[in-house]
Nanobody, 113 residues
Framework: HVQLVESGGGSAQAGGSLRLSCAAS????????MAWFRQAPGKEREGVSRITSGGGKTYYADSVKGRFTASRDNAGNTLFLQMNSLKSDDTARYYC???????WGMGTQVTVS
């Protein structure tokens, strides 16, 4: 079955960096578009980034454009999100998703202070 496991979250100071990972298994990873979403307490879930199956195209929410970079390692079935110049507004639980967003991981918490 499809399994997505996020890691790399934690606490960071404003202006700092974190790198999230999403390990995928149970499906043909390199044929699927993948995405990062986040949800802060009391707010709706929002899309952060999307990356095509081959990794050739990436899309970002305006709020993270220029600060976050999504990438994928198709050999290792892993999705990444490099987050730089973190802001307190980036505090949220971050999730990876695939399969037209039918499949989700449990998320990893990012806290920026």
């Amino acid at each position: 079955h499809v399994q997505l496991v996020e890691s790399g979250g934690g606490s960071a100071q404003a202006g700092g960096s974190l790198r999230l990972s999403c390990a995928a298994s149970g499906y043909t990873y390199n044929r699927n578009c993948m995405a990062w979403f986040r949800q802060a307490p009391g707010k709706e879930r929002e899309g952060v980034s999307r990356i095509t199956s081959g990794g050739g195209k990436t899309y970002y929410a305006d709020s993270v454009k220029g600060r976050f970079t999504a990438s994928r390692d198709n050999a290792g079935n892993t999705l990444f999100l490099q987050m730089n110049s973190l802001k307190s507004d980036d505090t949220a639980r971050y999730y990876c998703a695939t399969g037209a967003w039918s499949y989700w991981g449990m998320g990893t918490q990012v806290t920026v202070s």
